[in-house]
């Protein structure tokens, strides 16, 4: 199913605008070059590092059969058949509640932009590597992929609020000026600086929809399992940057902390090398912490929160589509 059919399958036109194209014959040769070179980096990452990873994680990496060139969506949709899960694309970041809808659907979008060569180990702005190789392998657990759709169902549900949309918009807008070779560090810096008001913001206004951003960005994206002398790793973030993964395994400065529902209060802008990570026991561990908050998030209200949200709800309700 192309991306213009899946926006059609989803019936209505605020929630389609997240889908793209991916215009796979618009990627220039050296889109296919980096794709390459990470491909490789990622297999020398696996030989050195593959006793820290999750073992699915190698398994999936195997079950996809990555070509050598930047895969088209149908490609990565045929090979995650057996998951009950497939890709569409999009245009970068995305809104918190469209994407746990998505994930709630077993759905799971892919930016259709490939990192620049300077950004080849650690880029700012997630994108297609980030995507394919940090998340899809993982999707081959059966663990994984019952936790990251329960995750979207209950995040679908969050109750959301204006700081949602100005934090959205902003860290938006760091990764893609981080990510721009053009930018200056004047523009950088005013970036940070309106990104660190808009989190000291959120401090004491939270939403549940935040706090379940930040309970996924700890649990998917950084997610790690076990003990601070023996671990593994599943974060899609960690896996899919080898300079943060070497310098996690490496044993550096940063500190590793249990994980527990406390980390709904620990914000990340996902632009930088991490100081601090969360460790859970295992699959087990992380829902216990969803249903934890689960139980804090107030019934479901019949008063709509956002336009985002609205449509959403409207699209859940009107436009369901069912999946192997």
Not at 68 to 73: A, E, L, S
Not at 211 to 220: A, D, I, Q, T
């Amino acid at each position: 199913m192309s991306p213009h059919q899946d926006s059609k399958a989803f019936g209505r036109a605020q929630h389609a605008r997240h889908f793209v194209d991916q215009d796979h014959s618009a990627y220039p040769a050296l889109a296919h070059a980096v794709w390459r070179e990470v491909l490789a980096r990622n297999a020398a990452l696996i030989a050195e590092y593959g006793h820290k990873m999750n073992p699915i994680y190698t398994e999936g990496m195997r079950e996809l059969e990555l070509p050598t060139h930047v895969p088209r969506i149908e490609q990565l949709n045929r090979r995650l058949a057996p998951t009950g899960w497939r890709t569409v694309c999009v245009d970068g970041y995305i809104p918190s509640a469209a994407y746990a809808t998505l994930i709630s659907q077993r759905i799971f979008p892919i930016s259709r932009v490939v990192r620049r060569p300077e950004h080849i180990d650690f880029a700012p702005d997630p994108d297609l590597v980030h995507d394919v190789l940090g998340h899809l392998p993982m999707l081959f657990s059966p663990e994984y992929r019952t936790y990251l759709q329960r995750f979207g169902a209950v995040m679908a549900r969050a109750r959301a609020n204006a700081l949602d949309q100005a934090f959205f918009a902003t860290v938006r807008q760091l990764a893609a000026i981080k990510s721009d070779p053009q930018s200056s560090s004047s523009e950088i810096e005013a970036i940070e600086a309106r990104m660190l008001q808009v989190i000291q913001s959120t401090a004491a206004g939270a939403s549940e929809l935040t706090h379940l951003r930040r309970l996924y960005v700890w649990s998917v994206e950084f997610g790690l399992m076990g003990q601070s002398d023996e671990f593994s790793i599943h974060g899609a973030a960690l896996l899919s940057a080898p300079a943060e993964l070497r310098s996690l395994c490496a044993g550096g400065a940063a500190c590793l902390r249990p994980f527990g529902i406390d980390v709904v209060d620990h914000e990340n802008a996902f632009s930088d090398l991490l100081s601090q990570y969360f460790m859970a026991r295992d699959f087990a561990h992380l829902h216990e912490v969803l249903s934890a908050y689960e139980l804090r998030m107030q019934p479901p209200s019949r008063i709509a929160r956002t336009s985002e949200i609205r449509q959403i709800a409207t699209t859940r309700e009107e436009g369901r589509i069912g999946h192997a």
